[in-house]
């Protein structure tokens, strides 16, 4: 792939993890972008949780989830992207994700997400994406917090 169009796909990859993470971000009163959200994925992609055992689920469960928890007990999220590793090979990409929420402006958590990607009619979009919790006996990847980096 000549160089001008692998950085154009990594940057559009890129503007793709960017957007989940706003759209996935509120405050009190604030509009929740579920629609970008949800633009991101291909029909039927699955989503899986960080609970065990594992379940997948569809984009609109997880967005109807979400929207309950805002309504609710939920009053403020904000996610913050700490370092993306993405692979890209011609029409496929994974991108691995470090990333923080704060949940009601006091919890704080990590994970690492992983988001399989195809590109079809000259689009990319998420056709899978799986996420764990960080933790003291599972931490966060070095390489994904030194920064952003591309192979």
């Known amino acids: 792939m000549p160089n001008d169009a692998l950085h154009s796909d990594e940057e559009e990859i890129r503007a793709i993890i960017r957007r989940q993470f706003a759209s996935l971000s509120w405050t009190e009163g604030a509009a929740r972008g579920w629609g970008d959200f949800a633009n991101d994925f291909l029909a039927d992609a699955k989503l899986h949780p960080a609970a065990r055992p594992a379940?997948?689920?569809?984009?609109?469960?997880?967005?109807?989830?979400?929207?309950?928890?805002?309504?609710?007990?939920?009053?403020?999220?904000?996610?913050?992207?700490?370092?993306?590793?993405?692979?890209?090979?011609?029409?496929?990409?994974?991108?691995?994700?470090?990333?923080?929420v704060t949940e009601n402006d006091s919890e704080t958590s990590r994970s690492v997400e992983m988001l399989l990607l195809v590109k079809s009619e000259g689009r990319w979009q998420i056709v899978a994406q799986a996420w764990d919790k960080a933790s003291d006996a599972n931490h966060l990847p070095d390489e994904l917090l030194s920064g952003a980096t591309s192979r």
């Open 55 to 100: 379940r997948p689920i569809t984009v609109a469960d997880f967005v109807e989830r979400m929207r309950g928890l805002s309504q609710t007990t939920l009053k403020t999220f904000q996610q913050e992207v700490l370092g993306v590793e993405l692979r890209v090979f011609g029409n496929i990409a994974l991108a691995s994700v470090a990333g923080q």
